[in-house]
């Protein structure tokens, strides 16, 4: 049976720091020069609904770094916008390629691509839940900060994506996690109840940004409008500013505490250029961990290992 990476609840903390440990693994066998061949044979499609720099050309490496090949499928490449069901879809690719890579709009269409693949749906974004991204984020952290389990996070700005598969991360791997989100920008309610139900250390939701980061050995952000909420942007934007990440927040964190961003970043809305630029900011390293961290994903489902 094939095993998907739909959500953060979809692995158990050990099988975390697995995607993690052997991604550090391959980092380094990149650096060292050497050559990997595992993935020879194996064809990926990557069904993406939603524009990509990153995971796409991170994917797409990751891929080729293997051995293995990609078919890049963006929306008006499919006949999912023409209306065919989901469920033809999975079952007809499955039996082209050895597993998807799908970034899209709804959870609910990568959920329904898994029930009828017979490969590995695995879930690049949806507006819902961001797995990979925020593995490569934590493998970022450990990099810089060493065992997460000890740190305390903080998560500036919107209750997005992003911040609901850190409060997975957080409910699965046990570290502190407060986030600062403006008042009707919550993240899913659900997700949160249920990771506060599992997480051994607080798992905390408030107004104030300062109080977030006081403290905090991780400043996280974000956009403050994500794709598809472009309209929103100037009231998002007035609502949002007492958020941005700036000198004067950072102030209010641990003085060796990292920064981090999974960019692009709109220099001067979420976080400054000074701050981007930082020697506090690793956002660049983070963004390299998606080639690695999409490795050990692709390498682990594709070889069922």
């Known amino acids: 049976m094939a095993t998907h990476l739909l959500n953060l609840w979809d692995c158990t903390a050990e099988e975390l720091n697995a995607y993690i440990r052997r991604a550090l693994e391959l980092k380094q066998e990149a650096r060292a020069g050497t050559s990997h061949r595992q993935l020879a044979g194996r064809i990926v499609a990557l069904v993406f609904e939603k524009p990509s720099t990153r995971t796409r050309v991170s994917f797409e490496a990751a891929m080729y770094g293997l051995g293995g090949q990609v078919i890049?499928?963006?929306?008006?490449?499919?006949?999912?916008?023409?209306?065919?069901?989901?469920?033809?879809?999975?079952?007809?690719?499955?039996?082209?390629?050895?597993?998807?890579?799908?970034?899209?709009?709804?959870?609910?269409?990568?959920?329904?691509?898994?029930?009828?693949?017979?490969?590995?749906?695995i879930n690049a974004l949806t507006d819902l839940h961001h797995p990979c991204q925020i593995l490569s984020d934590i493998m970022t952290v450990i990099e810089n900060k060493g065992d997460i389990e000890k740190l305390h996070v903080a998560w500036v700005g919107d209750g997005n994506n992003m911040a609901n598969s850190w409060i997975?991360?957080?409910?699965?791997?046990?570290?502190?996690?407060?986030?600062?989100?403006?008042?009707?920008?919550?993240?899913?309610?659900?997700?949160?109840?249920?990771?506060?139900?599992?997480?051994?250390?607080?798992?905390?939701?408030?107004?104030?940004?300062?109080?977030?980061?006081?403290?905090?050995?991780?400043?996280?952000?974000?956009?403050?409008a994500s794709m598809g909420q472009e309209d929103e942007q100037q009231v998002r934007a007035r609502i949002f500013r007492p958020f941005q990440v700036n000198q004067e927040l950072l102030g209010q964190g641990n003085a060796d505490a990292i920064v981090l961003h999974c960019l692009p970043a709109h220099r001067g809305e979420e976080i400054t250029d000074a701050v981007l630029e930082g020697k506090q900011c690793v956002?660049?390293?983070?963004?390299?961990?998606?080639?690695?961290?999409?490795?050990?994903i692709l390498e682990r489902h594709l070889l069922g290992k």
Request: with cysteine; glycine share 6%; aromatic share 6%.
């Open 72 to 121: 890049f499928m963006a929306d008006k490449d499919t006949q999912i916008s023409r209306g065919e069901p989901l469920k033809d879809m999975a079952r007809v690719l499955a039996r082209y390629v050895d597993g998807m890579v799908v970034r899209t709009y709804g959870q609910e269409v990568v959920e329904e691509l898994a029930r009828f693949s017979t490969v590995p749906v």
């Open 168 to 224: 997975q991360a957080a409910g699965r791997m046990g570290f502190s996690l407060t986030l600062a989100c403006p008042e009707g920008y919550d993240p899913d309610p659900d997700i949160l109840l249920q990771a506060r139900e599992q997480a051994p250390r607080p798992i905390s939701l408030i107004r104030d940004p300062a109080g977030a980061v006081r403290g905090a050995d991780v400043i996280n952000t974000d956009v403050w």
């Open 283 to 296: 956002a660049f390293d983070q963004a390299e961990n998606k080639l690695h961290i999409h490795k050990a």
